[in-house]
């Protein structure tokens, strides 16, 4: 009786993921061509625009299949990104199968193969589809081989798709329930869902995604959640078309939505497993993992009196976005802020955008730092990640560091540079293999804080595009760290003070007083900028002093001219830091936080 | 009319051509139109008569009012005297160029009574003639400023420009000398600025004219402060030097410390009870809103204390005189001091400005930076 396929699609950035499922919406009529906009499913914006999609997505189709049966497809959207990859397990979890999806011209990617393995880890059946087949730079040929060298995959029933023309789109709906096998449909048991998602809408709360492995949930039901071990009240269950559509009940093997009057995503813990209060099953779902923050930063609004909107504009991202965390911090150059744990860069870069751009909040950042252990001779364990609280060095018995393990896909010509980038990131072990003829998998074990600083950004430019970096957390491992800070005019700039490594602080700190000279205007007096480890100095630039800046003439009809020049400086001058007398406007922060182009 | 009295200012849009620097309410126009513009400002005039302003100055500027025939000039000084209340005393200035500065003009300006004659010699250097695109030459400028000598105006002023690209301190020296050479009791030195919309905006735009850097305009501000003021030629305003106070341009200062003005013509801004009010900028509407027999005022501002505080420390920075804190707060109620007081130590120290007697002197270094300095006061 089960007519129920739940499946994702895994794939590398740029593959075609969204236009894919944009397709199979299309072919099963789950929107019509009015209101279908190009990749349904990234909602946001900034995930339209960077083709990459965060929050994940899911959807119910209704197809009607060659053998007249109509089947219900549950597409469960998986973000496609390493800094998401908790949410990616999620998602797997929640499926009977996955399609692989291939770029036809670009073949196997780093992120398929490390997206394969997790596949495999949740013994997902597995339907290879090789898209973009009307490229004309399209192999399939060269992908196949990939596929079974690269992979250990069966490459002969891959089917041939062309995402944005359509092609091949009828075939993969036959294969998918064809191939992909049902959910197991045991309704008796006692109830376990796996909450998969989770977003908050305004009007009805916190919306659950899940998916029922067993047993039934229904409205009215008391629900448990069995690692925070609340409870809820099920106001709504429902399946999870374009809008959600309730239904009495989610039995197992199905996808949809639970609405239980939860005030924010904060109270659930996406992962955790779903159970009725008065009949709970013995063990939760297996596989959670928390999602730790690696990255932090400050943020601080950059006209102090936005403060007030800041929190306002956190407390509601963070009601969809439960992996950012953040607790207040203040700056004596900044005022008050948050220090906010991030899942990677990416994400933090994602957060930064909405806040901006949903929030219309003007923004600095803090150098991005990673979380360090820091051991005192007197025995205790410190975990440090904001500048402000690294202690006093002379009571500091041992410092380490988070470590990446970190993997490069690409062409064989680049391995020269691509490991002269990793040595120069004090990475350790690089190794190389090969994936197929000219094509090579570098892994290197590097400090995740060298990866903070434009290591995509070098990557990307060393390897002219083709090289794909991927990585997961490996350990701590002991490391000399020191404190840098800026001083502008004698005062230091406590946003800008970092943690770095002792043998790169003196290139760092240059470039930051640099950076900064470049940034900040000259004034009417000299501005020194200066590097320093504690009381010492360690690298040092000046902005000369402004020497003329008065204007020629000032008669009748230039007073009011030049009395509204003078208003709108003085207006930008609130949206300036001062710090030793020093007006610093916010695009000197930006230019030196910004971590394209670090020494 | 307790009011110290006021200033006319007198536009006259006209020149011969259109240097490539300005950015002034000019245009080119033959004797026809210049006959039609005086007869529309003598009925400007009209539409002001008996305005509540008593004037002891009275200035031609342009544009090139020499351009206009002397009869023409006298005649709208005959129409000022007699509709508008004048001072026994009333200071006449006139701007004209070289060019039209003849034996026998000079003299006839002085006849009808123009007292400080300002001749735009601009350079004295026949590059920086061309380079600026002028009619006359050095000489001209030379004859021009001996007649006016001869003809014993109160005061014979000239007009320099400086900070060409690629002038250095020594050229810039050089002419200084040769326009103290030439005996004037006033100078004014302006600093080349590129504006939008000039034949060098559009060449600066381009990639083939360059301001000169701000350093180098400073180390010729300074020269020209240092060295006029030790030939006796005390500076006065950023851009204003003379041979003794009685030769200071005592229109001018009514611009920088509020006294009401009255300006008439193009693009003329007027002042009075707070208020700024300004004229339509092209010659023509002006003239139609005249023909309507209305006053060809083309928008105002009423301006608050704290405007009015901000444009005082703007210009009073630029002056030697400095800003009179005392005189701000009796006026408008603002105590500049106590809501500074960290600021004026910090600009003290730097050497900028000094606190001299309840007023805020600016230093030369302060004078070159007045426009920064006024932009960092808070204003309660």
Redesign the interface.
Same mark, same amino acid.
């Given at each position: 009786m089960s007519e129920t396929r739940n499946f994702c699609i895994i794939a590398h950035i740029d593959h075609g993921k969204s236009t894919l499922a944009d397709r199979l919406i299309q072919h099963c009529g789950g929107v019509d061509a009015r209101s279908f906009r190009d990749q349904i499913l990234d909602s946001m914006d900034i995930e339209r625009e960077r083709g990459i999609t965060i929050k994940s997505n899911t959807i119910t189709l209704d197809y009607t299949a060659a053998d007249g049966r109509t089947y219900q497809l549950n597409l469960i959207d998986t973000p496609g990104h390493v800094d998401f990859s908790h949410e990616v397990r999620r998602s797997l979890m929640s499926c009977e199968g996955a399609i692989l999806l291939i770029d036809a011209s670009q073949g196997v990617e780093a992120q398929t193969v490390a997206n394969l393995y997790l596949a495999l880890e949740y013994e997902l059946e597995l339907l290879i589809v090789i898209n973009k087949i009307d490229l004309p730079s399209a192999d399939v040929e060269r992908v196949r081989q990939e596929i079974e060298a690269d992979l250990g995959l069966d490459p002969s029933d891959a089917v041939l798709v062309s995402a944005k023309e359509g092609t091949g789109i009828p075939d993969l709906l036959e294969a998918i329930v064809r191939k992909l096998p049902p959910p197991a449909l045991d309704r008796e048991a006692p109830t376990r869902a796996m909450l998969f998602d989770a977003l908050y809408d305004p009007y009805r709360g916190v919306v659950l995604y899940c998916r029922v492995k067993e047993g039934v949930i229904r409205a009215g039901q008391t629900m448990r959640l069995m690692h925070s071990a609340k409870e809820h009240h099920i106001e709504e269950v429902g399946q999870l078309r374009l809008k959600r559509v309730p239904t009495a009940e989610l039995g197992a093997g199905s996808v949809g939505y639970v609405l239980a009057g939860i005030k924010t995503v904060r109270d659930v813990e996406v992962g955790d497993t779903l159970t009725d209060a008065e009949r709970p099953a013995a063990e939760p779902l297996p596989g959670y993992k928390e999602a730790k923050p690696v990255v932090f930063s400050s943020l601080y609004p950059m006209a102090t009196d936005e403060y007030p909107e800041l929190v306002k504009a956190l407390e509601k991202l963070v009601l969809n976005d439960a992996s950012l965390t953040y607790e207040k911090d203040s700056s004596t150059a900044l005022g008050h802020g948050f220090r906010c744990g991030f899942l990677g860069l990416l994400h933090l870069d994602v957060v930064q955008e909405r806040l901006t751009r949903e929030y219309d909040l003007s923004l600095l950042l803090s150098a991005p730092s990673v979380r360090y252990r820091i051991t005192l001779h007197n025995g205790t364990v410190q975990w440090v990640d904001n500048p402000s609280y690294y202690p006093d060095p002379s009571v500091i018995a041992r410092t380490e560091e988070p470590y990446i393990k970190g993997s490069v896909m690409m062409p064989e010509r680049y391995i020269g540079p691509v490991m002269e980038l990793c040595r120069e990131r004090r990475g350790e072990n690089i190794e190389f293999h090969y994936l197929a003829v000219g094509r090579v998998e570098l892994t290197a074990e590097l400090p995740l804080a060298e990866v903070l600083f434009d290591f995509y950004d070098r990557l990307k430019s060393i390897t002219q595009g083709y090289g794909s970096f991927d990585y997961a957390m490996l350990d701590y491992r002991e490391t000399d760290v020191v404190k840098i800070d800026i001083l502008v005019n004698t005062e230091p700039v406590d946003a800008l003070s970092q943690l770095t490594h002792r043998d790169k602080a003196r290139a760092r700190a240059l470039h930051y007083c640099e950076r900064l000279a470049e940034a900040i205007p /000259?004034? +009417?007096?000299k501005v020194a900028i200066q590097g320093a480890i504690g009381g010492k100095i360690i690298a040092r630039t000046n902005i +000369?002093a %402004?020497? !003329?800046?008065?204007? *020629? @003439?000032?008669? $009748? $009809?230039d007073?009011?001219r !030049? /009395?509204k020049l %003078?208003?709108k +400086?003085?207006e930008g @001058?609130k949206r300036m830091k001062t710090i030793g *007398?020093v007006e610093i406007p916010q695009s000197a922060f930006v230019a030196v936080l910004k971590t394209d182009t670090d020494s | 009319m307790s009011e110290a009295a006021a200033g006319l200012y007198l536009h006259v849009p006209f020149c011969a051509r259109v240097c490539p620097y300005c950015d002034f309410a000019v245009r080119t126009g033959d004797a026809a139109r210049r006959a039609r513009y005086v007869e529309h400002l003598l009925a400007e005039i009209e539409l002001y008569a008996g305005y509540p302003l008593r004037f002891d100055t009275i200035y031609f500027g342009g544009g090139t009012p020499s351009s206009l025939a002397v009869e023409e000039l006298a005649r709208i000084l005959e129409t000022v005297r007699g509709r508008l209340a004048c001072a026994e005393r009333c200071w006449v200035f006139l701007e004209a160029n070289p060019e039209d500065a003849s034996r026998e003009a000079v003299a006839a300006w002085r006849r009808i009574g123009v007292d400080t004659l300002s001749l735009g010699v601009q350079s004295l250097d026949p590059a920086g003639l061309a380079f600026l695109g002028r009619r006359h030459g050095v000489d001209d400028a030379r004859r021009a400023v001996e007649w006016a000598r001869e003809a014993a105006f109160q005061t014979v002023s000239i007009d320099l420009i400086y900070g060409l690209p690629g002038q250095r301190p020594e050229d810039w020296r050089r002419e200084l000398d040769r326009a103290l050479a030439l005996g004037p009791q006033h100078i004014s030195c302006y600093q080349l600025t590129i504006h939008e919309g000039t034949r060098f905006g559009l060449l600066e735009r381009r990639g083939r004219l360059t301001q000169l850097p701000s350093d180098e305009q400073g180390e010729l501000f300074r020269l020209a402060h240092r060295h006029l003021g030790a030939a006796g030629f005390a500076g006065y305003e950023a851009s204003q030097f003379a041979a003794g106070p009685e030769h200071r341009s005592r229109h001018n200062l009514k611009y920088w410390d509020h006294t009401p003005y009255l300006g008439l013509g193009p693009a003329a801004h007027s002042f009075h009870d707070e208020r700024r009010w300004w004229n339509l900028r092209r010659t023509d509407p002006w003239q139609e809103r005249i023909e309507h027999g209305e006053r060809p005022v083309e928008g105002e501002e009423t301006l608050e204390a704290r405007a009015l505080v901000l444009e005082s420390l703007m210009t009073g920075l630029r002056t030697y005189a400095g800003v009179d804190l005392g005189r701000i707060r009796a006026r408008w109620g603002v105590d500049l001091l106590s809501a500074n007081g960290s600021l004026i130590d910090r600009l003290a120290a730097a050497g900028l400005v000094e606190l001299d007697d309840g007023r805020l002197v600016p230093t030369l270094d302060g004078l070159a930076v007045a426009d920064g300095l006024a932009a960092q006061f808070d204003l309660p």
């Open positions: /000259r004034h +009417q007096f +000369q %402004l020497r !003329k800046d008065v204007t *020629a @003439k000032c008669y $009748g $009809g007073i009011t !030049k /009395r %003078l208003e +400086q003085k @001058k *007398a | -």
